[in-house]
């Protein structure tokens, strides 16, 4: 009998678990950690942020789906990974701290045949002082951060009914942060709300981000084909903020909060600082802080994980100057290159470098939207490091069937805006998401199928998606036949 362990419950983690489930069948274990108690589908935190759901309608009890499909669930989190064993254990095993109930605080040593590393990002506000919601920002990372900032967002909503006028900045709130598309998502939500309470007069909504040019996503921007003709994703995004009275700041990082004032620096090396009433700044992202050791109990942290937290995996990390990127420098199997029973996806993985040329300002400061680490991919990943897993076991041959890069594989991105039936939404595919000039020298993607689209239909389909991904998750009947 062989065991999978899955650190990690989230959109890679959870589909990983499923997947290798369904497929091991009774004869072997998949057990998974992960430290909090509900499944959340992130995407709709924005309508949590705006009031539009309640965080009840995005998240579900873990443990009874796992019950169900015969999954070993333990609420806890990983500590550190022993991937030789240690002088008491042969097997390797993963350190893990009780989160709940009796066993709170008591640590265990879980062995593992294959280990599969989905823990996301540490949200890290701390690198930003000031920021985050238990200071002077707000985040939608989260339910119950959404839940923070609709509330703190009414009261704004309140004093522009009496009159009063107020400024939301909405973006990005570190010089590397990514997820410029959910800041996005948000800021035009946050209009759409205004607009239905006929409230405009009172609201100046300004976008504060990292990216060199707006739309540039983290992914270098794109070119999309937007009725007939192709478009920048730079004039695509700007025309939609003139739609919707958007203001823009680009090209800066927001160094400091506090209470409703925002410090940045921006390329040119300037020093600025905005007023706010509301901000809703999204942070930067690290691994989450796992150690790792040797049979001896050395530490081999380094050798495991990127400086950044993120787990190596099987990119081609040499550094090299962004004009010798390559489509092939970018994972496909998330297999760990020093034990090849370990694997890492979804957000836990580490990028070779950001897709975005690097900036510094003249200070030195990076400035740099980094590689987007969005959800479709982070299933599609969850997914084939289990099918991969699960042919090992059934077959004992360490074959890598299934494979899904970045540089191969395409993401949809609907940042909806509004919700209802009067809700639009700004469809977005991109083929692949990192671009491979080799391949597509003209436009550095296909250009088929990298589409850019403002309409009501993408906003439907955002509404169904959020449906059909949490019957999914559940593991209702057929789950396994909606794609990631
Ligand atoms: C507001 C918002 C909107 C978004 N909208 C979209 C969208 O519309 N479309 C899209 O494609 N993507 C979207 N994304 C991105 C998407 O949510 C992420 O790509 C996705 O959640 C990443 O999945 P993951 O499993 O890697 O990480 P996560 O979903 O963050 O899951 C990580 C899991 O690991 C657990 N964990 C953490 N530490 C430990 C530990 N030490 N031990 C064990 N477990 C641990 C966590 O509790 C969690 O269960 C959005 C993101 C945000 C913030």
């Known amino acids: 009998m062989a065991r999978v362990l899955i650190l990690g419950a989230g959109i890679s983690g959870h589909t990983a678990a499923l997947v290798a489930k369904r497929k091991l069948g009774k004869h072997h274990e998949v057990v998974v950690v992960s430290p909090n108690t509900n499944y959340q589908w992130v995407p709709s935190n924005i309508w949590v942020g705006v009031g539009r759901m ?3 309608q995005v998240i579900f009890p873990l443990a009874p789906v796992y019950k169900k499909q015969g999954i070993i669930f333990k609420q806890a989190k990983a500590i550190s990974i022993h991937p030789e064993g240690d002088a008491s254990k042969s097997k390797q095993f993963v350190k893990i701290q009780y989160v709940v109930g009796d066993m709170k605080g008591q640590e265990e040593k879980v062995e593992y ?7 996301g990002p540490k949200l890290n506000f701390e690198a930003v002082e000031g920021s985050g919601p238990e200071f002077y920002s707000n985040s939608v990372c989260t339910y119950d951060h959404a839940a923070k900032t609709w509330s703190d967002l009414q009261k704004c909503f309140e004093k522009m009914e009496k009159g009063e006028k107020q400024r939301f900045l909405v973006g990005t709130g570190n010089g590397t942060a990514t997820c410029q598309g959910a800041a996005f ?26 990216e060199y040019e707006l739309g540039d996503f983290g992914m270098g921007g794109a070119y999309v084909k937007d009725g007939g003709y192709i478009t920048p994703t730079k004039i695509f995004t700007e025309s939609i903020f003139k739609e919707y ?21 921006n390329l040119e090396g300037e020093k600025k600082s905005i007023e706010f ?18 049979k001896n109990d050395e530490d081999i942290t380094a050798k495991l994980f990127a400086p950044n937290g993120f787990m190596k995996v099987d990119a081609d990390y040499t550094p090299k100057p962004f004009e010798e990127w390559k489509a092939s420098d970018w994972p496909s199997t998330y297999q760990n290159p020093t034990y090849g029973n370990i694997y890492a996806c979804g957000i836990a993985f580490a990028p070779p470098h950001p897709i975005s040329k690097p900036m510094k300002s003249k200070n030195g400061t990076e400035i740099t939207a980094t590689a987007p680490r969005t959800g479709m991919p982070s299933g599609v990943m969850g997914k084939i490091v289990a099918q991969n897993i699960v042919e090992q076991i059934l077959t004992g041959k360490e074959e890598h069937r299934h494979r899904a890069s970045l540089a191969g594989m395409g993401a949809a991105c609907v940042i909806s805006a509004g919700y209802g039936f009067r809700g639009k939404a700004a469809t977005m595919t991109v083929f692949p998401v990192a671009q491979d000039w080799e391949k597509y020298p003209k436009w550095g993607r296909n250009i088929k199928y990298t589409i850019g689209e403002v309409g009501r239909a993408g906003h439907w389909f955002k509404w169904a998606m959020h449906y059909l991904f949490i019957y999914k998750a559940k593991a209702k009947p057929f789950w396994w036949l909606i794609p990631e």
Not at 186 to 200: G, P, Q, V, W
Not at 248 to 255: C, F, G, L
């Open 245 to 265: 009275n958007v203001k823009w700041i680009t090209r800066s990082a927001v160094q400091k909060i506090e209470p409703g004032i925002a410090y940045y620096e």
């Open 54 to 56: 309640t965080t009840k």
């Open 185 to 210: 998502e948000y800021a035009l939500n946050i209009t759409f709300e205004i607009r239905r309470r006929k409230l405009e007069k009172f609201a100046e909504v300004i976008w504060i981000s990292n």
């Open 277 to 294: 009433d509301f901000a809703m700044l999204l942070p930067g992202f690290a691994g989450v802080g796992l150690k790792a050791f040797d």
């Open 113 to 119: 045949d294959y280990l599969i590393n989905a823990t």
